[in-house]
């Protein structure tokens, strides 16, 4: 049997939202930008661990988002392929969208191709990370350098 990679994203979360005070037909191009900076507040929670919480569009994470009658696709990342947070993530994203005037269903995808690097944070994200580092927060990277019990021999 072979197997074949694929550059579709994977359906995460898809979910019809109540509906709302705003009946939407025909939602306007400005709603995806509305969408885009709702979703500035879904936050990653291991940068939040690491005491610099930073979002998922500041760390590069939300690859795109788009409004069409009423319906929200976004797309998300994560930064590795083990992420425990997908699930969270998605529903933070799904959340926060649904709560938008004039979104009626939610579709959050996740783009399993994309490999995360610190080249994708934005500059402000990467200003605020360098100045928690010069702050003594440590990085992941450099949490399991340091060791946290004196190893007996």
Do not use: N
Request: charged letters at 20%; glycine letters at 8%.
């Amino acid at each position: 049997m072979a197997v074949t990679a694929t550059t579709e994203p994977v359906v995460l979360l898809e979910r019809a939202v109540a509906a709302g005070p705003i009946a939407a037909v025909g939602v306007a191009p400005a709603d995806a930008e509305r969408l885009w900076s709702a979703l500035e507040d879904v936050v990653d929670p291991c940068s939040a661990a690491q005491g610099t919480p930073l979002s998922l569009a500041a760390m590069g994470l939300l690859r795109s988002c788009a409004v069409l009658d009423g319906c929200a696709e976004v797309t998300i990342a994560v930064t590795g392929p083990g992420c425990t947070f997908v699930g969270h993530l998605a529903d933070a994203v799904a959340r926060t969208a649904a709560d938008l005037p004039g979104i009626t269903s939610v579709r959050v995808l996740l783009d399993i191709d994309l490999v995360w690097h610190e080249g994708l944070l934005r500059t402000d994200a990467r200003s605020e990370l360098a100045a928690s580092r010069a702050a003594g927060r440590p990085s992941r990277s450099h949490l399991a350098l340091v060791p946290t019990a004196p190893v007996a021999r």
